[in-house]
């Protein structure tokens, strides 16, 4: 990439005051932030632990921290997180039942109402944000889950000071491949920029696979990108086939799961989901940050 472009596009970003992020891409800066964080907090680490309050038991008591951040900083990820159907259940039902929203749309609406991907007024819709995740119990025991709590600290060195819930639908829709990837960035190869470090817990509420709509990522490309993906827009959409090139086929992971099925993820490697073909698919995200 041509060094004025690239500059430009950093200086444009400064400018609309996007600092963490411009700058949370960068690997030395996510180091040196929680470096400063760890210190901040080295005095009274207890403090920042009961803000975030957590359960006095966990919904995953046999997963080690120190194992699953050992795993998230060889290859972003870590496996091993189970919800008890119950609890599947329960987000679910609570997904069903509550009102939707479209980033960058006004239409509020229900699951029912999105037949193939469109809304009654013919409008099509990819995705569904469900309202206000916090009034869902099930929800907030792992979100205050004292096991993945003290991963996030493994991982970040710190206690994060931001842990937000996403319960999201995405939709099968008419349109093809292409219009639903030009629509909705998900779809195609992406890193996050969700603070100036992060990390993300992922649960699938329905089953996901190839056709349901399954999490595919890049393993290892959370520390080391090309270049270029690092000054583009878009959070460094980048073609399939460039990483492939450049991390290699062996580390693209297809994440396939029954409904319950859980992950950690440093959401800062290259990821993206697969459109679901056979039904609408829903997961329940939580970040750290």
């Known amino acids: 990439m041509n060094l004025s472009v690239a500059w430009n596009r950093l200086s444009a970003r ?13 690997n030395t800066i996510r180091k040196t932030y929680s470096f400063f964080q760890k210190k901040r907090q080295q005095t009274n680490g207890s403090l920042y632990r009961n803000r975030l309050q957590p359960r006095e038991s966990s919904v995953f008591p046999d997963v080690s921290p120190p194992v699953a951040g050992d795993a998230l900083r060889d290859k972003s990820v ?22 939707l929203y479209e980033p960058g749309s006004d239409d509020e609406f229900f ?5 193939n991907g469109q809304l009654p007024t013919g409008r099509s819709v990819l995705r569904g944000l469900v ?16 096991v993945l709590l003290s991963i996030a600290h493994d991982y970040l060195q710190y206690w994060p000071t931001q842990v937000t819930r996403h319960l999201t639908w995405t939709f ?7 219009e639903q990837k030009n629509r909705f960035l998900p779809l195609s190869y992406h890193y996050d920029v969700a603070g100036y470090n ?10 996901m696979d190839v056709q349901t709509g399954a999490h595919v ?15 583009a827009p878009w959070s460094g959409r980048t073609p399939d086939q460039v990483l492939l090139d450049y991390y290699g086929q062996e580390n693209e992971l297809l994440i396939e799961g029954k409904a319950g099925f859980g992950f950690m993820q440093d ?3 290259f990821h993206k989901l697969l459109p679901p073909r056979q039904q609408n698919r829903l997961i329940f995200q939580i970040r750290y940050a």
């Open 172 to 178: 099968v829709s008419d349109l093809n491949d292409q």
């Open 78 to 99: 870590t496996f091993g997180f189970e919800l008890p159907a119950a609890m599947v259940q329960e987000i679910h039902d609570f997904a069903c039942q509550n009102v």
């Open 131 to 146: 309202k206000n995740p916090s009034n869902c119990p099930a929800i907030e025991r792992i979100a205050q889950d004292p």
């Open 198 to 207: 992060f990390m993300s817990a992922y649960f699938y509420i329905t089953d």
């Open 14 to 26: 400064l400018k609309k005051r996007d600092l963490h992020h411009t700058v949370g891409r960068f």
């Open 217 to 231: 990522m890049i393993a290892r490309s959370h520390n080391k990108k090309p270049l270029h993906t690092l000054f």
């Open 111 to 115: 699951l029912h109402d999105v037949k």
């Open 267 to 269: 959401p800062a490697c």
